[in-house]
């Protein structure tokens, strides 16, 4: 239940961020655009990494606590990228394509640095 509920909070956190710095999230370069990607990827990977110790989950179940924890993230940001001109006024409609994007791409690199966990923690084992 632990990485389920980090997984809310973590939605209303970013939902927060969005709300209020979006306009500086988004902003209208190229460079900028390569650069919040790369960021979002580092915050994917380290989120991934510490996740078993944010969830209260051993290492060797890495990957399972991820999943509990992203799942309601990502159908949380589904829902505000469904209606992102609702719920981000200040911004422009057609960037909930870059937000959509932004978040899958964090939670995927959060499974890669979750499962580099797993993997290295059950190095030598069997299955």
Do not use: C
Not at 18 to 26: D, I, R, S, T, V
Not at 31 to 53: E, W, Y
Not at 61 to 77: D, E, F, I
Request: charged share 10%.
């Amino acid at each position: 239940m632990r990485p389920v509920l980090l997984g809310i909070v973590l939605a209303s956190a970013l939902f927060a961020l969005f709300h209020y710095a979006g306009p500086l999230f988004f902003l209208d370069t190229t460079r900028a655009f390569q650069a919040n990607f790369v960021a979002g990827g580092v915050l994917g990977l380290a989120l991934g990494l510490v996740t078993p110790a944010l969830a209260g989950r051993p290492r060797a179940k890495a990957v399972r606590a991820a999943a509990l924890m992203l799942v309601p993230l990502l159908l949380v940001m589904a829902a505000v990228t469904s209606h992102f001109a609702v719920f981000f006024p200040a911004l422009d409609p057609a960037l909930d394509k870059v937000f959509g994007s932004w978040m899958l791409w964090v939670a995927g690199f959060a499974l890669v640095g979750a499962l580099a966990v797993e993997k290295r923690t059950t190095r030598g084992e069997t299955s």
